[in-house]
């Protein structure tokens, strides 16, 4: 008896546990096209300036483009991404924001942890493309990254960049 009531509880403890938890602010996401697969932790604006000098994420300075571990980006075929030509593989995608263009990066370097070393690792850069910024008419909660065989799109807040790429 004390042994089915102990397994009860155990039991109830676990599924507590295991379904009483709150999902991640910052969920990891994954968004396709025909080529290209990016891999990124979506934040929210809830509520706070994103770019700029009071903004969580301030001009000129290297960004994850995302939240928690740095994004990386797939591409299944040999193209051009912003005009650069990129092999096919996995690269880690960085951005440097600014008010009216984005510096946007792939560096070889993955499993990086956000930009911390990002500074240790510059020197593996594949490429850089500078693209201007459009200023959205109404705010992007959720951070979105959006692939197609033509563009990827970054978009936040009032944010939207967008790298022509070709296949």
Do not use: C, H
């Amino acid at each position: 008896m004390k042994k089915s009531i102990l397994l009860t509880f155990a039991f109830a403890l676990a599924s507590i546990l295991a379904f009483g938890q709150n999902p991640p602010k910052s969920p990891r996401i994954t968004s396709e096209s025909k080529f290209i697969k990016v891999s990124y932790g979506q934040p929210s604006k809830r509520g706070r300036t994103i770019f700029g000098p009071n903004g969580i994420e301030p001009f000129g300075k290297v960004w994850r483009t995302g939240a928690n571990q740095a994004t990386e980006i797939t591409f299944t075929k040999d193209g051009k991404f912003g005009g650069t030509p990129v092999k096919a593989g996995t690269y880690t995608l960085f951005t440097i924001p600014e008010e009216k263009e984005w510096t946007v990066l792939l560096n070889s370097q993955l499993g990086q942890f956000g930009a911390f070393e990002y500074d240790k690792y510059k020197d593996k850069n594949v490429l850089e493309v500078k693209v201007p910024v459009k200023k959205l008419s109404s705010p992007v909660e959720k951070f979105t990254i959006t692939p197609s065989d033509k563009d990827l799109k970054i978009e936040w807040d009032q944010t939207s960049v967008v790298v022509p790429v070709s296949f």
